[in-house]
């Protein structure tokens, strides 16, 4: 199984809560990724990082933040949920070597709901 | 612009018949192909890749795929398929010349194998 690990699994939240998903990596990797879904659709990218102290925003356009200040930590905060928010979040991360041999590996997601 | 198609959002195949999923990329070089699979309510399982070499390449689950440089083609195979195949595919490819192989994603292709 993946070293990579997000919590919670399920989370049900009420409009305008502030929420963080938690996504923490034991295999060292210095690239790590958020990814949100919806249910059987396409993944996009909504922030990354290649490094501690380094994040950058992806291809969807997000009202989430994330925070690297430790290479195997990686959580994504939204400020004010809303109702548009409900979806699958998936965390993922690589380096070099496993880039390049098997890509990313992810982590088993965290699906929000959004009251 | 870079990009992944799997031109099929559903194959429905039935059991012990062989399966093909499509994926097409528009990538120049000659990048690092993938396919990830993802079950209901799960993050994404690397299933194989090709990198370079023998253009059929062997993954987990008896999964394989077969490259086609001229039609910049990467399809997913599987001789006799399974019920338990059935699952979310995604194809993705590294650009070349992107150290931090960072993937670009089709949109995935719903497989249901019917009994």
């Known amino acids: 199984e993946a070293d990579i690990y997000q919590t919670p699994r399920y989370l049900v939240i009420g409009t305008g809560k502030k929420i963080t998903l938690e996504c923490s990596q034991t295999?060292?990797?210095?690239?790590m990724y958020w990814y949100q879904q919806d249910p059987g659709m396409e993944l996009h990218l909504i922030h990354y990082?290649?490094?501690?102290?380094?994040?950058e925003k992806g291809d969807l356009s997000s009202e989430s933040t994330v925070s690297r200040i430790r290479t195997e930590h990686f959580p994504l905060t939204l400020e004010s949920a809303r109702p548009s928010h409900t979806s699958q979040y998936l965390c993922?991360?690589?380096?070099?070597?496993?880039?390049?041999?098997?890509?990313?590996?992810f982590g088993s997601g965290t699906r929000l709901t959004v009251v | 612009a870079q990009s992944v198609a799997q031109p099929e959002d559903q194959v429905n195949v039935a059991e012990g018949n062989p399966l093909t999923v499509k994926c097409t990329y528009s990538?120049?070089?000659?990048?690092?192909l993938f396919w990830y699979v993802q079950y209901p309510n799960r993050g994404l399982q690397f299933l194989l890749k090709y990198i370079t070499g023998d253009n059929l390449v062997k993954g987990s689950y008896g999964f394989e795929a077969e490259f086609n440089k001229s039609q910049t083609s990467f399809h997913l195979k599987k001789p006799s398929a399974l019920v338990s195949d059935s699952a979310l595919y995604f194809c993705a490819v590294s650009p070349p010349m992107d150290s931090n192989y960072q993937l670009i994603w089709g949109a995935g292709t719903k497989l249901i194998i019917k009994p």
């Open positions: 993922a991360s690589s380096d070099l070597l496993t880039g390049a041999n098997y890509g990313y590996t």
């Open positions: 295999m060292g990797h210095d690239k």
């Open positions: 990538v120049s070089g000659n990048p690092y």
């Open positions: 990082s290649y490094g501690v102290n380094s994040t």
